[in-house]
């Protein structure tokens, strides 16, 4: 079986980790334990972008090695990883050796190919974006647009690889790969690109400026550009794993979309005779509070700060169940705390305490079985069929990556069981002695149990160790087969419930709304 490779973008290593990386990778998460629970083999790769001229600069201004600087912030990043319970099974870093040889062992191969050349270069420099400027990159007025930063006219000898000798190749591979893109109106975008004739791309950077790189094996005075450097990060981690590559998804943002991966990346791939990845997801930008994120306005959310203020999974439930993969969104703290209270403390830990709470009081701690004189009726019939009907479709708006309709879907079941609790008032049952109420409490309770792990497993691939606490109340351990679990049955008949859980405790700040 050819295993389900999923990437992440590397993240460029000159700052701290901010609410944008921790998106992407919880995204590539989601996408990546979901797969693995339909059946699938996935390798996850995440990673660091250490090479290049922001972290050059920055090590020196904080008087550092640049090695010693991006070991530093390279851990941030790790750490990030790990506190938000992203599955992935390799961590590639630009500044190891598999990564370096691999970039020198290709750019020496294009140079024999005859596809590296050298020649002068004049042109416009922006030191922030390390790229050479076009006209076309202009505001309307002739200045250049901010994100440029400082811009000067140099003139220096780089290698340049032949881009444009493979563009009508690329044109005739996203016109019979119509899905190379997710959302597929960036597939157009790209398109629109390439109605341009492409220029040949500056692959290299001369030592005395740029010393923090991989140097040109077939030059030394040089060392390669960042994206030539960085994109291989995806094909190196896994160069010498059999049957890993090609990766199946590379999920990046929206800025790098185009020219760098649907450009630059698939034509390198084809150019090095290397098949290319099958398909990119490009996800929309995170505002804060409507404006762009920025440390130096402090307009920003620490991911691992957050975490530990209102929980991991409420983080990943929020980002995940707020934005539309593809689209922007906006981060405020009040859309997080509507979010926490109604479906999070609400809906789900309600629910969780409600089942424990009635299973304790009145069948003593012990989930009971279904009395089958009652489950034809038709409180009982709706909610087995509104489960019948939530189950197929979240599987497949996770299949086309429309997790946050997923969610609404699983929360619309979530508080199904609650209105069918509401409905069957276990509360007035359990106090009744009559023989048929005392039948219907024991389908009461058991409905409500197994409706709730039924609901809950599909959570896990955005809330795992909620997933997991849940369970646990539940005197149960998901099975190793996910769809298994996911058919309605007596699973939980016989168990012994907890006396209460602490799931999602109210936040400080919303009392006082
Ligand atoms: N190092 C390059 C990528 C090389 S991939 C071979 C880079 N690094 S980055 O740190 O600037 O960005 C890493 C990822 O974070 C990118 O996919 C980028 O789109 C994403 N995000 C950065 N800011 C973001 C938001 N505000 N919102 C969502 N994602 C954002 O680019």
Same mark, same amino acid.
């Given at each position: 079986m050819k295993t389900f490779y999923i990437t992440t973008a590397i993240d460029y290593v000159n700052g701290s980790p901010h609410l944008g990386h921790a998106y992407e990778k919880v995204l590539t998460d989601v996408i990546a334990r979901f797969r693995r629970l339909m059946g699938d083999q996935v390798y996850f790769l995440t990673g660091v972008d250490e090479h290049g001229q922001k972290v050059q600069q920055t090590a020196r201004a904080r008087g550092v090695d640049p090695q010693q600087f991006c070991d530093e912030i390279s851990q941030e990043f790790r750490a990030l990883c790990a506190k938000l319970d992203i599955s992935n099974d390799d961590f590639i870093r630009t500044t190891e050796k598999r990564h370096k040889d691999v970039v020198a062992k290709i750019l020496q191969q294009l140079f024999d190919q005859g596809l590296i050349y050298k020649a002068e270069y004049k042109g416009f420099y922006s030191t922030r974006q390390e790229q050479f400027l076009q006209e076309?990159? +202009? $505001? #309307?007025?002739g200045t250049w647009p901010e994100l440029f930063g400082e811009v000067t006219e140099i003139t220096e000898s780089n290698y340049f690889f032949k881009l444009r000798q493979y563009q009508d190749w690329l044109v005739d591979f996203l016109k019979t790969n119509? $899905?190379? /893109?997710? #959302?597929?109106? +960036?597939q157009k975008q790209v398109l629109e690109f390439l109605s341009e004739p492409l220029n040949d791309l500056c692959i290299s950077r001369p030592k005395e400026r740029l010393e923090w790189g991989i140097e040109l094996p077939f030059d030394r005075d040089y060392v390669t550009y960042v994206w030539f450097d960085a994109l291989l990060n995806y094909y190196s981690a896994v160069?010498?794993? #059999?049957?890993?590559?090609? =990766?199946d998804f590379h999920v990046i943002?929206?800025?790098?979309?185009?020219?760098?991966?649907? /450009?630059?990346w698939p034509i390198m791939l084809k150019a090095a005779g290397i098949e290319p990845p099958k398909s990119l997801l490009a996800h929309g930008w995170w505002s804060i509070n409507g404006s762009k994120m920025s440390k130096s306005t402090g307009n920003f959310v620490d991911p691992v700060s957050f975490a530990d203020q209102y929980g991991v999974d409420a983080l990943r439930f929020f980002m995940i169940r707020e934005m539309s993969v593809g689209q922007d969104s906006d981060f405020s703290i009040d859309q997080f705390l509507s979010r926490y209270n109604s $479906?999070? =403390? $609400?809906d789900l830990g309600n629910l969780v305490n409600r089942t424990l709470n009635m299973t304790n009081r009145f069948a003593g701690g012990v989930i009971p079985a279904a009395d089958e004189s009652t489950t034809g009726d038709e409180p009982e019939t709706a909610l087995r069929a509104l489960w019948e009907s939530t189950k197929p479709e979240v599987l497949s708006l996770c299949e086309g990556f429309q997790f946050h309709v997923a969610l609404e879907r699983t929360f619309a079941f979530i508080q199904g069981i609650n209105r069918y609790a509401e409905q069957r008032a276990p509360w007035k049952l359990g106090k009744s002695t009559d023989a048929a109420d005392q039948a219907r409490l024991r389908t009461t309770l058991a409905y409500m149990a197994e409706a709730l792990r039924l609901g809950t497993a599909l959570l896990a691939a955005v809330m795992p160790s909620t997933v997991v606490k849940i369970n646990g109340v539940l005197g149960h351990t998901a099975g190793a087969d996910w769809q298994a679990d996911? /058919?309605?049955?007596?699973?939980?008949?016989g168990n012994k419930v907890a006396e209460t859980a602490i799931l999602f405790p109210r936040p400080q700040a919303a009392e006082k709304k």
């Open positions: 076309k990159d +202009r $505001n #309307p007025d119509e $899905n190379f /893109v997710f #959302p597929r109106y +960036r160069a010498e794993k #059999p049957g890993i590559w090609p =990766a943002g929206k800025d790098i979309l185009v020219p760098p991966h649907a /450009v630059y $479906n999070l =403390a $609400n996911l /058919v309605w049955g007596d699973k939980l008949t």
